[in-house]
């Protein structure tokens, strides 16, 4: 009679288990790079000028970060499904004018004016978002070409509608939105607070956020397990479209005015804020909590480097190179994964 042999547990792989892991400098930069240069940032520009690191300096970062960080949850779902968006700033400035034309042309003062505003404001961007996504799924455009066309289209209607002069005089419940706080909080950074939690809860804990990122990973995969591929396209445009109304009604209510200008070069702080806060432009990759720290990031540097009375020249060039530089390390990370 033989009796079956017992099988050791192999030696190596206890050892491997219970030995503790090394910390590795490089991974853990890799992976928390956006906060670690954020934290550097406010180190050097708070040891250069002592005006930095003040209450009043962070509430003046954090408003203007409010308005384009409202759009930039919105275009990390564009980039999240492998789409761009390149119109976001000149459908900002035509809903945002579209809203005030008519409270101030047709409506006049109305103790409900600035609910108006705000529902045309946002309804002006859905439908500009919904038309770049129906270009994109129907006519099979490039969402870059069709978005690219979008920037002109609306900038020149922005300027055919009151022949390219800003419209003001809003009443105070308009300015409220802009300029007024909750509990100490100015309304455009709560407004901000709540439309980053819910597109992270969407995106995380629902359906329809699964299926974002499975569009994103594989669009012909996403189809073949029952995904509807265009909905989803045409769904985040649209979502984009009305979050840059929204912010167009809350930059005119803070500005007192609507203006053909305004937005001007958002859609490079936007799509700015999403890659460096670790989204991949193929895709699949990404997440708000990563975009709110690039937009913090890029609010952070503006703010430092007009303390330090640098032309906003040199500061388009310095947001471009860091953009560049984030792409570039996201590749590297890629392609250098132990």
């Known amino acids: 009679?033989?009796?079956t042999p017992t099988l050791s547990p192999d030696p190596t792989a206890d050892q491997a288990t219970s030995a503790p892991r090394r910390f590795d400098p490089l991974a853990f930069a890799r992976k928390h790079r956006t906060i670690l240069?954020?934290?550097l940032l406010v180190a050097v520009f708070g040891a250069v000028n002592e005006r930095f690191l003040t209450i009043r300096n962070a509430l003046n970062i954090l408003s203007e970060v409010s308005i384009y960080g409202i759009i930039a949850v919105g275009m990390t779902y564009v980039i999240l499904i492998g789409g761009i968006d390149v119109a976001v700033g000149s459908l900002l400035a035509f809903a945002s004018l579209a809203a005030a034309y008519v409270v101030t042309t047709l409506v006049g003062p109305s103790p409900v004016s600035w609910l108006i505003a705000l529902g045309i404001s946002t309804l002006v961007g859905l439908a500009g978002g919904y038309v770049h996504g129906k270009a994109v799924t129907w006519l099979h455009v490039?969402?870059?070409i069709v978005t690219l066309g979008g920037m002109t289209v609306w900038r020149g209607a922005t300027l055919i509608?009151?022949?390219g002069g800003p419209i003001s005089g809003f009443d105070a419940a308009y300015r409220w939105w802009g300029t007024g706080d909750i509990l100490f909080v100015p309304v455009?950074?709560?407004v901000f607070v709540l439309v980053a939690a819910l597109g992270h809860v969407v995106l995380r804990y629902t359906r329809y956020g699964r299926q974002v990122y499975a569009v994103g990973g594989n669009a012909e995969?996403?189809?073949l397990s029952g995904v509807n591929v265009d909905f989803i396209v045409t769904s985040v445009y649209a979502v984009i479209g009305a979050l840059a109304g929204l912010s167009g009604f809350l930059l005119s209510a803070r500005l007192g005015s609507a203006e053909a200008v305004a937005g001007t070069g958002y859609e490079l702080r936007v799509i700015a804020s999403v890659v460096i806060g670790g989204a991949s432009l193929t895709g699949g990759s990404g997440g708000v909590g990563g975009t709110l720290l690039g937009a913090?990031?890029?609010g952070v540097l503006s703010n430092g480097l007009v303390i330090m009375h640098v032309s906003s020249y040199f500061q388009q060039v310095v947001i471009g190179l860091i953009i560049v530089a984030a792409v570039a390390f996201d590749h590297y990370a890629r392609t250098h994964k132990a």
């Open 296 to 298: 913090l990031l890029i």
């Open 37 to 39: 240069f954020l934290l």
């Open 188 to 190: 455009p950074i709560a």
């Open 142 to 144: 490039p969402a870059f």
């Open 161 to 163: 509608l009151n022949d």
């Open 1 to 3: 009679m033989t009796s």
């Open 221 to 223: 995969a996403a189809r």
